[in-house]
């Protein structure tokens, strides 16, 4: 048996986010494409070298991005969207980041005079599977053109070989690239693009085969999904022609059971298959029996999306019976890439000693694969057996921790009645008391939450934790960041205010560091997406709410202004995923302990006088398991634990919830039973598609459909959003419509943020003055 090591990918920001602080350079112009690439291949080095001095046998190249994989396989083969107009001047770079970010330029609006927004729109983004990472979405349509431009992949390989490593390739395979595409023309599909695709495809894999790579991984991560014919029947004809190529391909798969495409995948032409024994640990088995035994098996046994440390013991028992049945190659891995988990645990050291003792990041994952190679071939060396009895005495710490388990939380969960989940009174009848008590026009004007986190804002917050800023000076530093927010929402005209988040870290964090049952890192980031990096907590033991969290913050705003004031929070399921949640016990569990912490907050906010009360839930969708048979049981508990947040409050309090970045429309009865007041939506990139369904299915509610995309740079022009205000009145009764941005505008600037609220509140009265 010859067993080998490997990863599917690492964390490309760096031990101290490095490539976020180049790219925002670079963006600034304060630093070179050549001084941003250099940063990149050191980078790359480094993370080479961990692989190697880990252990690992390949070290893995192609994983690496300057701003999202899926955007840089767009440039390798060829297919950047025409609508970009790109000139030969422009350099691959360059293009790069206008796809990801748009291009904004100002020209003179012949009617008027006045200066408007022009430029290209940047590409759609979506959520990577289930993942909180958002990816660039390809635009494909019958015109889309393929062609090799493998320079930037091929120069990687050689650097990785210039420094003796041995290199496995690891690409996005051609269906999962197509199928992560969308279709800008009615009524194509865009699988008739595979025909014209795989000879690039084919064209790469010998470039890359004759610069002596042996190996090349194709992640096709939709063999786990609940494929349509069309798509299952393209999987064998697609890798029977790669394959003549002659490199050893091994396909990965990760995120979910292969199910019915078990057979079809383990008998693909193919010299390799990846397994995720983590979400699929009951395949294993059959994946063994079925894989040919010339082919090799590479299983990934080491979890890629969560920081708990494995449990080496419980990984040798599944990993021994699999080996014994197997003669051929056996390769150990995490089961995805380890893009979703922080760097390293290295630099924690105000983390608390015994839970840290729980946690591997992606360098301690790397040794793990490294140890249970070495215990898998019988090595008994004293480094091996210290490993194996440091991982059995944190297994044994944590499970008999007194920290894990609360019993006021047991017994508060226990005490629940049936109807803890539902409002007073139903949406028409709540909707009448609301308006009579907010007096709001019509195509009322409001943001997400946030404003911009300044400069100011943020070295207050460091000063504050590096000690040197008392709490009262911090505080009073916040209320004035405040005030200056709402007095600006004050002059530009919104209709209901929010206080700008300047005391908040992150959506997340900021309400985890003040709930039981959560920990925090200091430099545990993870790549969200570009360079927006977001440090998610560690969710270890039950949760409740010792104190109010916001309240204080929230009245105050309300004390600066006669116009509505919205209370924000996060909601429980996206607390949920987006912190690195306890798995111990059902994921549902932890969501309903969150729910019941977030409903303490509303009503206290509520008691506070706060009359418009918003719950984010912008993950509903990503926690969304990948097979369609498991939808029905996650969305009955999500959606309940939204509604037992927010049912504590009476009928003339509003409940607002906002979601973005994902797609919702095969989910809208589920979105509709939420029962929010106002739903706020990410609607511009899409040009409003979400509401030609939302009209179709005759959502009652009412929307706020994301008028314009605070993640470029662009600022839009008036009628640019007056045009989407009118596509989403002629699907959604203008009564029920909302005015605001597609998400928070923590990352603007001041100056982009008020022009584009300006050009916002100009379109809402256009809308009004036209009804």
Same mark, same amino acid.
């Given at each position: ?58 070290? =893995? ?25 790109? #000139? ?16 904004? =330029? ?28 958002? *990816? ?33 390739? !690891? ?11 969308? /279709?800008? #023309? ?45 798509? +299952? ?50 395949? @294993? ?76 990041? !992606? ?13 898998? /071939? ?17 297994? %044994? ?15 508060? @969960? ?20 609301? +308006? ?19 400069? %100011? ?16 000076? *911090? ?26 988040? !300047? ?11 003040? @709930? ?65 949640? +306890? ?23 509520? =008691? ?29 508990? !999500? ?55 939302? &009209? ?21 022009? #008036? ?29 603007? &600037?001041?100056?982009?943020? /008020? ?17």
């Amino acid at each position: 048996m010859t067993i080998r090591t490997h990863i599917l990918g690492f964390p490309r920001i760096g031990a101290a986010r490095e490539l976020k602080l180049a790219l925002e350079r670079h963006w600034r112009g304060e630093v070179s494409e050549a001084a941003l690439e250099a940063t990149g291949q050191q980078l790359r080095a480094r993370h080479w070298a961990l692989q190697r001095d880990a252990g690992l046998d390949y070290v =893995t190249v192609g994983d690496f991005a300057l701003y999202d994989q899926v955007a840089s396989h767009i440039q390798l083969l060829g297919c950047e969207p025409a609508r970009f107009n790109f #000139t030969p001047e422009q350099s691959p770079l360059a293009r790069y980041f206008t796809m990801a970010r748009g291009e904004a =330029t100002q020209a003179q609006h012949a009617d008027c005079g006045h200066a408007h927004a022009a430029g290209t729109a940047a590409l759609e983004m979506s959520k990577w599977f289930d993942t909180n990472y958002h *990816y660039l979405v390809p635009e494909l349509s019958p015109q889309t053109q393929f062609s090799l431009a493998g320079e930037r992949l091929l120069a990687e390989v050689a650097e990785a070989q210039a420094l003796g490593h041995q290199v496995k390739a !690891a690409l996005i395979g051609p269906l999962t690239f197509l199928w992560l595409g969308k /279709e800008k #023309t009615p009524g194509f599909e865009r699988l008739a693009l595979l025909e014209q695709l795989l000879p690039v495809y084919g064209a790469l894999l010998d470039r890359l085969k004759q610069q002596g790579v042996t190996w090349v991984q194709l992640d096709e991560p939709i063999l786990g999904l609940d494929l349509p014919n069309a798509w +299952r029947s393209a999987v064998e004809s697609t890798y029977w022609q790669l394959n003549q190529v002659g490199v050893n391909i091994l396909l990965a798969t990760y995120f979910s059971p292969l199910e019915e495409n078990l057979s079809l995948t383990c008998r693909l032409p193919v010299a390799g298959l990846h397994v995720d024994g983590i979400r699929a640990p009951h395949e @294993l088995i059959s994946v063994t029996d079925w894989l040919p035994e010339h082919k090799v098996l590479s299983i990934g046994i080491v979890d890629g999306r969560n920081i708990w440390r494995t449990d080496l013991d419980a990984a040798l028992a599944v990993l021994q019976p699999l080996a014994a049945r197997r003669n051929g190659q056996l390769w150990l891995a995490p089961s995805c890439s380890l893009l979703h988990v922080p760097f390293s645990l290295e630099a924690e050291t105000e983390l608390d000693g015994e839970i840290k003792s729980w946690l591997a990041f !992606a360098t301690e994952k790397l040794s793990e694969i490294a140890v249970l190679k070495g215990a898998l /071939e019988g090595q008994s060396d004293a480094a091996t057996l210290a490993a194996l009895a440091s991982s059995r005495l944190a297994i %044994a710490g944590r499970r008999a921790s007194p920290r894990v388990q609360r019993a006021s939380v047991t017994q508060r @969960l226990q005490a629940l009645t049936p109807t803890v989940d539902r409002r007073d009174s139903s949406f028409p009848l709540r909707q009448a008391v609301q +308006r009579a008590r907010f007096q709001l026009p019509d195509f009322p004007t409001t943001t997400i939450g946030s404003f911009p986190q300044t400069a %100011a804002i943020r070295a207050a917050r460091a000063s504050r934790q590096r000690g040197e800023l008392a709490s009262v000076e *911090y505080e009073q530093q916040m209320r004035a960041e405040i005030a200056h927010a709402v007095a600006r929402q004050e002059a530009l005209g919104l209709d209901v205010l929010v206080h700008g988040e !300047a005391e908040r870290n992150d959506m997340v964090e900021y309400f985890g560091e003040q @709930l039981d049952g959560f920990a925090f890192t200091r430099l545990g980031w993870v790549q969200s997406y570009g360079s927006r990096c977001v440090k998610p907590p560690v969710l270890y033991g039950d949760v409740q709410r010792p104190a109010a969290m916001t309240v204080a913050w929230t009245v105050h705003a309300q004390s600066l202004t006669h116009k509505p004031m919205k209370g924000m929070l996060t909601g429980p399921v996206t607390l949920l995923q987006w912190s690195f949640v +306890r798995d111990d016990q059902p994921r549902a569990s932890t969501a309903l302990q969150l729910a019941l912490a977030i409903r303490d907050e509303v009503q206290d906010l509520e =008691t506070a006088g706060i009359g418009i009360i918003q719950i984010d839930e912008p993950a509903i969708r990503e926690g969304l398991p990948l097979r369609r048979g498991q939808w029905d049981a996650y969305l009955d508990w !999500a959606t309940r634990a939204f509604r037992i947040a927010a049912s504590v409050v009476s009928d003339a309090t509003q409940i607002h919830t906002h979601m973005c970045y994902a797609e919702f429309n095969n989910i809208l009865p589920q979105i509709a039973a939420m029962d929010a007041d106002v739903i706020t939506l990410e609607t511009s990139r899409s040009d409003m598609e979400l509401l030609t369904d939302l &009209g179709q299915f005759r959502y009652q509610n009412e929307i706020g459909p994301g008028v314009y995309d605070i993640h470029s740079p662009r600022v839009p022009s #008036t009628l640019d959003m007056v045009r989407l205000l009118q596509k989403a009145s002629a699907v959604i009764p203008p009564a029920n419509l909302w005015v605001n941005p597609d998400c928070g505008l923590k990352t603007r &600037g001041w100056a982009e943020t /008020e022009a584009a609220l300006k050009n916002m509140v100009a379109a809402a009265q256009q809308m009004r003055a036209a009804a």
